[in-house]
């Protein structure tokens, strides 16, 4: 055992037992947290202090802060990583998952099983360590884990410093108490396996430069992303984070401070360090709402990803020791289930729940209990999932699904575009929409809002693009064929990259990587702007 793991890792720039068991906790383990890149937004390091030149500070530990100060790990392989060994979901028998002859219990339980090997393996050492915060991966000692950088330039959603936590989209549900509805703010830190990291050290370089992409990103078979998701809303309000994991965390006001300019349609990063403060203090811890996995696994014929999502139980699960096993699997899917050519996403595959889907497994009492302690309000019920019931967790859009959100990263253009991750954060026509009757121009989609078709593409064209299956490190396809033949979806005629290239250059599935890269290519133009002309495009928002 002992020559295999050194056999592995030569070459490794991380001096560490690639993975020991729980119980064996001996091996010497390198801190991954180097400093390389700003923590967080704000940081006090002297050498990231200009990006935040002139903005007010909230973002800062005080002398009175005596936790520890959420650090970076950016200190990522140099040669690929294999951890199969320790990567129990890839035994053959979850094969099965992935053939479309296997019944729909079968598929259901082995789906279930994959999910929570998934899980148990984001989980080793990472909780439950001595002198350290949960997910303080600097040092696990079971494996390394690791960290994007860059998602520290933007005032709105940047790293808070006691977790790393980021601002995602602010989201209502539909509640038994109080006005019946809740405006909370969802933040999330994602950590990155040795697999996956390998790939991130070949855009983040040691040196502090970075190597935006030339041509398509791959990530290596068994790469793992895992993501917690908390959420500021209170356990009266949702009871469904009764008993969850908590975190004190440095952010902005739980219904999502937005920020009004002074001049032009958007604020400067000035304006918004000023009116979007964060605390610490302020406002009440954040709870573990939703936890979210994306594994790279070839057996997946069409995407070759698995992605998954975990969602608070709480209530049900109050008498499980452990806070971050009190969770349930709400569903895993490997493809779109894309609708045939000319038909709609929002009724195909026809009623999903009685005949299942082919490319996804959805746990319908984990549903069910969401939906309990909800509302009437069905689409903002916490159990709502994505178009036509495809997965999507209750932090994300009701019109979307979990892939055909990430099929969409790509790296951003010189003029700093991206494909949008949902129609609907575009002028474009918006998908999953249901056409009127006798009129296939005017619809509604899912969410329960008005759609039209624009600039001649319609709503089957735009689903399908959305819902078919982008494969792994492919370039996600804007283009529709209509009868005066091919048109971009996209304005501006985008991308526009600056070496002329026309198709968009795909970062397989990373839309963390969007944007961290969005944000240093801005900071890279700042340079040479005055502080409060600054401005960040609109930023990607989750879906």
């Not at 060994?85 to 219990?105: M, V, Y």
């Not at 980021?166 to 040795?194: C, H, L, Q």
């Not at 992409?213 to 500021?232: M, Q, S, Y």
């Not at 309000?237 to 440095?250: H, R």
Request: aromatic share 10%; charged share 20%.
């Amino acid at each position: 055992m002992k020559t295999k793991l050194t056999m592995l890792l030569t070459g490794l720039s991380l001096l560490i037992c690639h993975s020991v068991s729980a119980k064996d906790q001996k091996a010497v383990v390198e801190n991954t947290c180097t400093g390389t890149w700003p923590a967080y937004w704000q940081d006090v390091d002297p050498k990231f202090s200009e990006m935040w030149s002139g903005q007010t500070v909230s973002n800062a530990p005080t002398a009175d802060w005596t936790q520890p100060v959420f650090k970076l790990s950016d200190k990522y392989p140099t040669m690929p990583v294999d951890d199969k060994a320790h990567q129990k979901w890839r035994d053959k028998k979850f094969d099965a998952l992935f053939n479309p002859s296997t019944s729909q219990k079968d598929k259901t339980k082995l789906a279930s099983e994959y999910a929570w090997l998934v899980m148990k393996y984001v989980q080793e050492g990472n909780i439950n360590q001595p002198k350290q915060l949960d997910f303080d991966v600097c040092e696990n000692p079971v494996r390394p884990w690791y960290h994007i950088p860059f998602q520290t330039y933007d005032a709105m959603s940047g790293r808070e410093f006691t977790h790393g936590l980021t601002r995602e989209a602010p989201v209502t549900f539909s509640t038994i108490k109080g006005t019946g509805t809740d405006k909370s703010t969802m933040w999330a830190v994602a950590i990155y396996n040795a697999t996956a990291a390998y790939t991130l050290g070949t855009i983040w370089q040691k040196e502090g430069t970075v190597n935006i992409p030339k041509t398509n990103l791959h990530f290596d078979e068994g790469a793992v992303i895992a993501k917690p998701l908390f959420n500021t809303s209170t356990v009266d309000q949702l009871p469904i984070l009764a008993n969850m994991p908590a975190w004190n965390a440095n952010i902005s006001d739980p219904s999502f401070c937005e920020c009004k300019p002074s001049a032009g349609s958007e604020c400067t990063l000035v304006e918004e360090s000023q009116q979007c403060p964060r605390s610490y203090a302020q406002w009440g811890d954040v709870r573990l709402m939703q936890f979210d996995i994306a594994i790279k696994d070839s057996r997946a014929p069409k995407t070759g990803w698995v992605y998954g999502t975990f969602v608070a139980d709480g209530v049900k699960k109050a008498k499980e020791k452990e806070p971050w096993k009190r969770i349930s699997l709400l569903g895993l899917m490997w493809g779109n289930d894309t609708p045939p050519k000319g038909q709609l996403a929002y009724n195909n595959p026809t009623d999903p729940r009685k005949n299942g889907f082919m490319e996804e497994v959805i746990i319908w009492d984990t549903v069910e209990r969401l939906n309990a302690y909800s509302g009437s309000a069905q689409m903002r019920q916490m159990g709502h999932l994505g178009c036509n019931f495809r997965l999507n967790g209750p932090a994300d859009n009701a019109n979307s699904s979990c892939m055909s959100c990430h099929g969409t990263a790509s790296v951003p253009d010189k003029n700093f575009e991206t494909p949008p991750m949902i129609s609907q954060f575009s002028g474009q026509t918006k998908e999953c929409v249901a056409a009127l009757l006798n009129n296939m121009s005017l619809g509604m989609d899912r969410a329960g809002d008005p759609a039209t078709v624009n600039n001649g593409i319609s709503f089957s064209d735009i689903d399908g693009l959305y819902f078919t299956n982008v494969g792994a490190g492919q370039s996600f396809n804007m283009t529709v064929q209509t009868p005066s033949g091919p048109k971009n979806v996209m304005a501006n005629d985008a991308p526009n990259y600056s070496n002329g290239q026309k198709q968009w250059i795909s970062l397989d599935y990373s839309l963390q990587s969007s944007i961290a890269l969005k944000q240093w290519m801005q900071w890279q133009m700042h340079q040479t702007t005055k502080q409060q002309l600054r401005i960040v495009d609109k930023e990607l928002r989750r879906n």
